[in-house]
């Protein structure tokens, strides 16, 4: 395999890569400071996708879709957290999984009702859907590049807000001793529902910019969904900076596995899982009591 | 409906003479059936995929199928038929049970299904134990006419060898000498791609990678990245649905599409054409039909079914179609009488069908004998190009019917 070759490969895991941490740091807030695990978190992924066709076909701009996708996503995720996800906070984990898999349920057939059943397209935005020529019969599709960059510049944002600010440190609190911090006077009633609203906003996010080269179709969520708990428990549960590390192991893991043992790809990244767990049983940036 | 229908009390005189009709059809119930035993409605039982990723294929199979069965005014062979229908949702481990309540329950007399060759296969092994008619409308899986071929099954459709074996001569004469092959790790892409390189060896051409990804995973990016270095003079790929879609947008974004020519299986642009729009321009794929084969037949139906649900008929609503045109040529050979079964599966088995895909016969296995079609997408149309092999016969590998 030639540099050139190999350079792509990379570059096709690290676009992999970062897609996927889009979706599992989301899940990874919600779990790491709401302690709710969301089994219908796939199932937003597969509604930002939804909403991205949609959006693009009446508004006619793909970046028109992508706001008022993630927008509809925050919307959604404040509505449930305010009428189901509460009740869930300090129950045990059966009970969330009951709830989150109902919602699963229900999301998919208001996607049938609203969508149907078909397989869809999204085209790109125009200025982004060339490609570029790498050598004479390689090339890579900007808009593929375009995701790499935008992705890296979310998760950037995300550490910023979560380390830098002081919405960060209500939830680094919330997330280290909520008693101490309601104490010291933080309502975490609200707190709690943008948490919620922008982890289903980050996989209905992950949705929407994958759908230009994924299609849109039912059922896409649920490979996007075993995959982030994949991501987050191999990263550390609850750690966002896990959720980076993780997404972009299994990013290599999973284009180079293709490409030089494809008769195993299929269980490589589940062999990496097994054998982090077993040198870090809380995951590579996890903590050990967490 | 006004919801006032649904909501309105029942009267008092309404009910009486309902229950009085009740009881009369009650009382009557066994002369009924003992003096018109004969006359008695067949019940088609329709096994198919009525929901899920394969919901859009079940729904025009089933709508070909009637629609077939309203053109002989709702009787074949003279009989009037019923229907009972059971969603298979494309699971192959309920498959057996939704089998089971059909024939014991139900008391299907025929059995129609399905789409997935996994639940294919466990309806095969029901039909086989319960002497069932099945008539199988789609499902490829080389073995259901193969090692589990029985005188009671019966295939509308294709088998998996059947669709891509021509394939392999079409492109060693079209002067290529090497190929990569890509699809999914499953029974159907394995069969699909096996066929095609078969053919496309013996013909001396050779195969560079034979590259695969788990069934039904959809990130081939890595693999077009891989193509691109091995640089065959083509690629040769089976995928269908929701992952051919992205499959060909992924290898025209790439670019491949301008330096390595992409053939496949009819079901790469099958049903998926339209989502894929542009990228999809130029592929050639081998299929039992082709939108605009231009035979009276296919006109005819075309129109028909366009009449009847408002949607363009495809090759899914045309095997559904045909299933029940081999079914009325059974119970028209036995004038209806379902019990003459012998009789009436040997004329089935001796049937020349002139359906819209051409003329259609069937081979001691009982899989279709029929043209395969090279087609090529202009304009968003898998159009006809030529007749890749005319009448090909499954070689029915492992059956013992003689």
């Not at chain 1, 999973?254 to 589940?270: C, E, N, R």
Request: net charge positive; glycine share 10%.
């Amino acid at each position: 395999m030639d540099l050139i070759t190999f350079g792509v490969q990379l570059l096709n895991a690290v676009q992999y890569g970062t897609v996927l941490f889009l979706v599992a740091s989301g899940l990874t807030l919600v779990f790491g400071i709401l302690g709710v695990i969301n089994l219908a978190h796939g199932a937003f992924y597969m509604l930002g996708a939804y909403l991205a066709y949609w959006l693009t076909l009446v508004t006619g701009s793909f970046a028109l879709a992508m706001l008022g996708g993630v927008t509809i996503a925050f919307i959604a995720g404040m509505l449930l957290e305010t009428m189901f996800v509460r009740l869930l906070y300090g129950r045990d984990h059966l009970a969330q999984v009951l709830l989150s898999f109902g919602l699963i349920l229900v999301i998919d057939e208001v996607r049938q009702l609203l969508f149907g059943k078909d397989v869809h397209a999204v085209a790109p935005p125009a200025w982004l859907s060339g490609s570029i020529q790498l050598t004479d019969n390689l090339s890579y599709s900007v808009y593929r590049l375009a995701i790499c960059i935008f992705c890296l510049c979310v998760a950037v944002a995300i550490f910023l807000v979560i380390s830098r600010t002081k919405i960060g440190m209500i939830v680094r609190a919330g997330a280290e001793n909520r008693e101490m911090a309601r104490v010291l006077g933080i309502k975490f009633d609200r707190v709690n529902r943008y948490v919620f609203a922008v982890g289903i906003a980050l996989a209905a996010l992950g949705g929407i910019v994958i759908a230009p080269i994924s299609t849109v179709f039912p059922g896409m969520g649920d490979g996007m969904l075993i995959l982030s708990f994949v991501v987050i428990v191999l990263g550390g549960i609850g750690s966002v900076a896990g959720a980076a590390v993780g997404a972009l192991l299994i990013g290599l893991t999973d284009t180079f596995g293709k490409v030089f043992f494809p008769s195993a790809s299929s269980i490589l990244i589940y062999v990496l899982m097994a054998a982090v767990l077993i040198w870090r049983p809380s995951g590579i940036l996890g903590r050990p009591n967490a | 409906m006004a919801i006032d229908d649904f909501m309105r009390p029942l009267s008092r005189r309404g009910l009486l003479s309902g229950a009085a009709g009740a009881a009369t059809l009650a009382a009557a119930g066994p002369f009924r059936s003992a003096a018109f035993a004969q006359n008695a409605p067949l019940k088609v039982g329709m096994m198919l995929p009525y929901t899920g990723t394969f919901a859009k294929l079940g729904q025009f199979i089933d709508d070909g199928f009637r629609l077939y069965v309203e053109q002989k005014g709702g009787k074949l062979g003279g009989r009037e038929i019923a229907f009972v229908q059971v969603d298979d949702e494309s699971k192959p481990e309920a498959a057996t049970d939704n089998m089971n309540r059909l024939v014991g329950r139900e008391k299907a007399d025929v059995v129609v299904g399905t789409v997935h060759s996994g639940v294919a296969m466990a309806m095969v092994k029901v039909a086989r134990d319960t002497k069932t008619l099945l008539i199988i409308p789609n499902a490829g899986a080389n073995d259901a006419t193969g090692p589990a071929c029985a005188p009671n099954i019966f295939r509308t459709s294709f088998s998996n060898w059947q669709s891509t074996y021509p394939m392999g001569k079409v492109m060693a004469d079209a002067g290529i000498k090497n190929v990569v092959t890509i699809s999914w790790r499953y029974t159907a892409g394995a069969e699909m791609v096996g066929a095609f390189a078969e053919n496309f060896t013996k013909n001396g051409g050779k195969v560079l990678a034979d590259l695969t990804v788990p069934f039904p995973e959809v990130e081939f990016q890595a693999l077009i990245t891989q193509i691109a270095t091995l640089k065959p003079d083509a690629v040769f790929s089976f995928f269908a649905g929701g992952g051919a879609v992205k499959f060909v947008k992924d290898y025209a974004a790439a670019g491949l599409n301008k330096t390595i020519p992409l053939y496949g299986a009819g079901f790469l642009t099958d049903g998926t054409i339209e989502a894929q729009g542009a990228a999809a321009d130029g592929i050639k794929t081998t299929l039992h039909y082709a939108d605009n084969l231009d035979n009276p037949a296919n006109l005819a139906f075309l129109k028909a079914f366009k009449a009847k649900t408002g949607k363009d008929g495809d090759i899914y609503a045309v095997q559904g179609y045909d299933a029940a045109a081999l079914l009325d040529i059974g119970l028209t050979a036995v004038g209806g009488d379902f019990t003459a079964r012998d009789k009436m599966l040997a004329a089935m088995g001796a049937a020349k069908i002139d359906s819209p895909r051409g003329p259609l016969s069937f081979n001691k296995a009982h899989n279709p004998i029929q043209n395969i079609y090279l087609r090529e997408v202009r304009n968003g149309r898998n159009e006809l190009v030529s007749i890749a092999q005319a009448n090909v016969d499954d070689p029915a590998r492992g059956c013992k019917i003689s």
